[in-house]
């Protein structure tokens, strides 16, 4: 059987797609991926999780190489301005902004670097490979983009609109449960 989103090649009872996490139209019977089940007595007229999930996860992605490059574009600029090549007394080269404050101050900007890369990684992973943790990292990284404007707002934004709901997780369950695991 093939996938009538993105053509990929599925087994014979699968409900979802493994790539796009469409859909199918197998089996045909109440709280199928024709009827979703809501978790609430009624079945939902469309399937936001599996619809959004493959574009969620890859905005993941995206946004952990944007943070990647901002965030060093932003520790090569501070390493321009206080870095060991400012002359002392030039501007900041004695006080709270020194060369020695600075030093101090490289080991934890990096870690919170590559932390954060890592993390934006990991969700984008965890939400495209269908992983059952996927949705809770969502949920609790895209709370913390909120924190981030104006890119880390809108992703946090989007992807509590499709993660957050009791449904989602209902659907998010299901979808990870048909993903076969390597």
Known sequence: MLCPTCGNDLA???????????????PSQPGSPTQPFSGYGAPLPYSRVGNHIQTLGTL?????????????AGLLFLHGMFGHHAHAGWMFGSGPF????M????????????????LCLLT???????????????????????FHPFLG??????????????????????????TPRS
């Open 153 to 178: 707002t809108a992703l946090g934004i989007y992807t509590l609109w499709v993660l957050a709901p009791g449904a989602s997780g209902v659907e998010y369950e299901a979808i990870s449960r048909s």
């Open 103 to 118: 030093a101090a101050f490289w080991p934890f900007a990096l870690t919170s670097l590559m932390v954060s890369v890592a």
């Open 60 to 72: 993941w992605l995206i946004y952990a190489a944007v943070r990647f490059m901002t965030k060093l």
């Open 12 to 26: 014979q009872d699968a409900r979802f797609c493994t790539r796009c996490g469409t859909q199918t139209g197998f």
């Open 98 to 101: 020194s060369n020695a404050w």
């Open 124 to 146: 984008g992973y965890a939400l495209i490979t269908r992983q059952p943790w996927g949705r809770v990292f969502g949920i609790i990284f895209g709370i913390l983009a909120l």
